[in-house]
């Protein structure tokens, strides 16, 4: 099991790091891309859950290291960079899924410095800490993979949420700058735009949200693992001409207009 850091385990081929993997759609992302040959490092705030999802991996014959590190924290994630280049031992970073984040909602008037500070350090410094300390090495080695997770709400507002909207929406257009940065030397950046997910964050609203699951095309909320898999195919080679994209996952919310 994890010390106070870390724990790790056999020497991979390829590593990714999930940040915000210890639950839902990180989680189901990281299980999958260790499916898929990577040694995974797994990150969030909470160690008991990055033990578990570790042990996880582990059960299923893959490979994962446990991170525990709070990405609201800018020398929090200083911290997590330096451990895993410490893990890697210089080889470079295969993937990057900068996925960690939600809540923090609340009316503009109600939303504190603090909640504001927290949301755009989460969704928005801490990726572009990250990326700049690991998507140079995959340019020089001329292949990398990074996907940002977003949120359908970066396009379409809902009332209540202004901080976590626009910091997603700041994160959708790191995409596009890094694919300009990055793209030409080989490495592939694109978010996911998830609609509503049932995750531990929002198990409240499993059976309705007021009749919204109900209105979409879809008829529900998706499940963590229906996002992870679009996750999977855009960090597979499958997915090697889409640069720059942002891949909608919504159950048809953003393309029809529920009269
Ligand atoms: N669920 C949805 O409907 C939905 C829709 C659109 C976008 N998204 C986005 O999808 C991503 C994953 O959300 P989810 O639904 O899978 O939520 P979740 O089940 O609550 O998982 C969130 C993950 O992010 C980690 N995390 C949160 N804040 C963190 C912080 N400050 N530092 C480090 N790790 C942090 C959590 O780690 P610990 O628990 O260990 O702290 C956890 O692993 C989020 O960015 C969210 O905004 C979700």
Do not use: C
């Not at 160690?47 to 996880?56: I, M, P, S, V, W």
């Not at 900068?98 to 109600?110: I, L």
Request: net charge negative.
């Amino acid at each position: 099991m994890m010390d106070d850091k870390s724990t790790s385990s056999t020497r991979p081929a390829s590593w990714a790091l999930v940040t915000g993997s210890t639950s839902g759609i990180g989680q189901q992302t990281a299980i999958r891309l260790a499916e898929d040959g990577y040694s995974v490092v797994v990150s969030g705030r909470d160690k008991a859950r990055a033990e578990q999802t570790q042990a996880l991996i582990e059960a299923a014959g893959g490979s994962a290291v446990g991170l525990v590190a709070d990405l609201s924290d800018p020398s929090a994630v200083r911290g997590l960079i330096a451990e895993v280049n410490q893990l890697l031992q210089g080889e470079p970073l295969d993937v990057l899924v900068n996925n960690a984040g939600g809540g923090g909602f609340a009316p503009t008037e109600a939303t504190t410095e603090q909640m504001f500070d927290a949301a755009f350090n989460t969704h928005v410094k801490a990726p572009y800490l990250l990326t700049g300390a690991f998507a140079p090495a995959m340019a020089e080695r001329g292949h990398g993979v990074i996907v940002n997770i977003g949120s359908m709400s970066t396009t379409m507002a809902t009332n209540g949420t202004s901080a976590f909207q626009a910091s997603k929406a700041a994160l959708d257009m790191l995409t596009k700058s890094w694919t300009a940065e990055y793209g030409p030397r080989g490495v592939r950046v694109n978010s996911v735009a998830p609609g509503f997910v049932i995750t531990p964050a929002n198990e409240a609203y499993r059976d309705g949200y007021g009749g919204f699951l109900a209105s979409l095309p879809a008829g529900r909320g998706a499940r963590p693992e229906e996002i992870a898999e679009v996750i999977r195919f855009l960090v597979s080679p499958q997915a090697s001409y889409i640069q720059g994209a942002t891949i909608v996952a919504d159950g048809g919310k953003s393309a029809v207009i529920a009269l």
